[in-house]
C-alpha cells in the first residue's frame, strides 16, 4: 500500500507539456505587447546621450577658448581637447575622460569656422547620413 502512494505522489510532482506551453504562449503574447513600446523609447536614449554628450565636448571647446584665445580649427579636431598639439596657452586636457565616440560608436563631426555659428558640432544619427528622422535625425550644436 506504501508503494501505491508513493507512485501516486511521483505522478503528481512537475508541469504537463501543456501546462508549460500555455505559460510560453502568455510570455510570448506579454513581450510582443510589451516591446514595441520599450524600443522607440531606446532610440530617443541615444538621440539624448548624442546632446549630453555634444553639451559636454562644447563646455571643453570653451575652456580652451579661454585659455588659447581661439577655437581649434577644422584640422586640429576635437583631440586637441585631450592633447596638447604645441598650441600655446594650452591648459588641458578639458575633458576628463578619452574623447568620446556618439552613441552609435562613430566620431563626432566638428568644423570650425562653422556655418551655423563659429563652430559645428554634430552627429548624423544612426544612419550615418544627414538628415533623417527618429533614431536617425541629426543631433547638432545650434539648435
Known sequence: MNEAREKRRHKEKGFTL???LVVMVII???ASLVAPRLFPKLGKGKQS???AQIE???????????????YPTTQEGLSVLVTNQNIENWEGPYLKKRLPNDPWGKPYNYQCPGTHGEYDLFSYGRDGAIGGEGEDKDVVSWE
Open 49 to 51: 546621450a548624442a546632446k
Open 18 to 20: 501543456i501546462e508549460i
Open 56 to 70: 559636454l565636448l562644447e563646455q571643453g571647446l570653451d575652456q580652451f577658448r579661454l585659455d588659447s584665445g581661439r
Open 28 to 30: 510570448t503574447l506579454l
